[in-house]
C-alpha cells in the first residue's frame, strides 16, 4: 500500500508559479511511475502530465506543455509540479497518483493510488 500525500497549492496571481510536492510513503516509489492530475469544479478529472519510474521520461498534454515540469527525487520519495505562467484556467484541485507498472499513462483508470488533492486557485 501507498499513500500520497500532495501540498504546496494555494492562491496565486495569474503569471505567478507554485510548485506542487507529492510524498510518498512506502519502499516501492522508485519502481512507480506517477502522474498529476487536476479537477476544476463541474469537470471531469484531467491529466496534466506523468513521470516514469526512473524520471528520464516525461510526458504532459497540451495545458502543460511549455508551463509544467515534472521531477522526481525517488531518494525523499516526492515528486514535483513546477507550475509557471498560471492561468485562471489553471484553477484545479491538483492530484498526484502512482502507477505501479512504472511506466506511463494519461488514462486516471490506469493508475493505482492517489492523494488527496492539493487546491491550486489562479485569479485575473
Known amino acids: 500500500q501507498v499513500q500520497l500525500v500532495e501540498s504546496g497549492g494555494g492562491l496565486v496571481q495569474a503569471g505567478g508559479s507554485l510548485r506542487l510536492s507529492c510524498a510518498a510513503s512506502?519502499?516501492?516509489?522508485?519502481?512507480?511511475?506517477m502522474g498529476w492530475f487536476r479537477q476544476a469544479p463541474g469537470k471531469e478529472r484531467e491529466f496534466v502530465g506523468g513521470?516514469?519510474?526512473?524520471?528520464?521520461?516525461?510526458y504532459y498534454t497540451a495545458s502543460g506543455k511549455d508551463r509544467f515540469t515534472i521531477s522526481r527525487d525517488n531518494a525523499k520519495n516526492t515528486v514535483y509540479l513546477q507550475m509557471n505562467n498560471l492561468k485562471p484556467d489553471d484553477t484545479a484541485v491538483y492530484y498526484c497518483?502512482?502507477?505501479?507498472?512504472?511506466?506511463?499513462?494519461?488514462?486516471?483508470?490506469?493508475?493505482?493510488?492517489w492523494g488527496q488533492g492539493t487546491q491550486v486557485t489562479v485569479s485575473s
Open positions: 513521470i516514469d519510474y526512473s524520471g528520464l521520461s516525461t
Open positions: 512506502g519502499r516501492s516509489f522508485s519502481t512507480y511511475g
Open positions: 497518483a502512482a502507477l505501479k507498472t512504472g511506466g506511463r499513462s494519461g488514462a486516471p483508470t490506469q493508475y493505482d493510488y
